[in-house]
T-cell receptor, first 115, second 113 residues
Framework: DTGVSQDPRHKITKRGQNVTFRCDPI?????LYWYRQTLGQGPEFLTY????????KSRLLSDRFSAERPKGSFSTLEIQRTEQGDSAMYLC?????????????FGSGTRLTVV | GNSVTQMEGPVTLSEEAFLTINCTYT??????LFWYVQYPGEGLQLLLK?????DKGSNKGFEATYRKETTSFHLEKGSVQVSDSAVYFC????????????FGTGTRLTVIP
């Protein structure tokens, strides 16, 4: 297992288009998280899954954002009708339960640029 | 609520200098504390962690001690190298059943030869 994988690494899209990102967590990790990191800031929590269930969503996650984790394996994050303010690095992380004891393993992220 | 405050950067040091990056926190419950490092163009990597008061996390010459009385988790290294140049994030997970990390804004470290 090579860790948490994210695809694509970079995405440039025109305003108003839809984009979808994929995250493949470490296989034995039950929890999967999405974070957003804007330039010069720390990552901000968006949502998390325990197995296939989406258990928490931040108010940062507007109606244009949707995340899924079918079958409790990989996850997708879709942004509809992208806006320039969506430009950021989108990070995925996974952890075992309890994550507090072992920390979280992050992927390399998907950098989104909306032009 | 939960929050993490880091010293503002950027920090520029000469090779072999002593490093301190300050981090203080507020949290509900009893948090676990982390330092993550982000090298240019890469994702976050866990550097070290501490899960209870007075624990010392250490890795790659970096250390941080969980100080409950001062709500601090300062990162230190005795002799930095050029390869330590990166952005360092202090983070916490708070309380039983906590679900996500709260991050500071990050401190950019540049080490010059």
């Amino acid at each position: 297992d090579t860790g948490v994988s994210q695809d694509p690494r970079h995405k440039i899209t025109k305003r108003g288009q839809n984009v979808t990102f994929r995250c493949d967590p470490i296989s034995e990790h039950n929890r999967l998280y999405w974070y957003r990191q804007t330039l010069g800031q720390g990552p901000e929590f968006l949502t998390y899954f325990q197995n296939e269930a989406q258990l928490e969503k931040s108010r940062l996650l507007s109606d244009r954002f949707s995340a899924e984790r079918p079958k409790g394996s990989f996850s997708t994050l879709e942004i509809q009708r992208t806006e320039q303010g969506d430009s950021a690095m989108y990070l995925c992380a996974s952890s075992t339960i309890p994550g507090t004891a072992y920390g979280y393993t992050f992927g390399s992220g998907t950098r989104l640029t909306v032009v | 609520g939960n929050s993490v405050t880091q010293m503002e950067g950027p920090v520029t040091l000469s090779e072999e200098a002593f490093l301190t990056i300050n981090c203080t926190y507020t949290a509900t419950g009893y948090p676990s504390l982390f330092w993550y490092v982000q090298y240019p163009g890469e994702g976050l990597q866990l550097l070290l962690k501490a899960t209870k008061a007075d624990d010392k996390g250490s890795n790659k010459g970096f250390e941080a001690t969980y100080r409950k009385e001062t709500t601090s988790f300062h990162l230190e290294k005795g002799s930095v190298q050029v390869s330590d140049s990166a952005v360092y994030f202090c983070a916490l997970v708070s309380g039983t059943g906590a679900n996500n990390l709260f991050f500071g804004t990050g401190t950019r470290l540049t080490v010059i030869p």
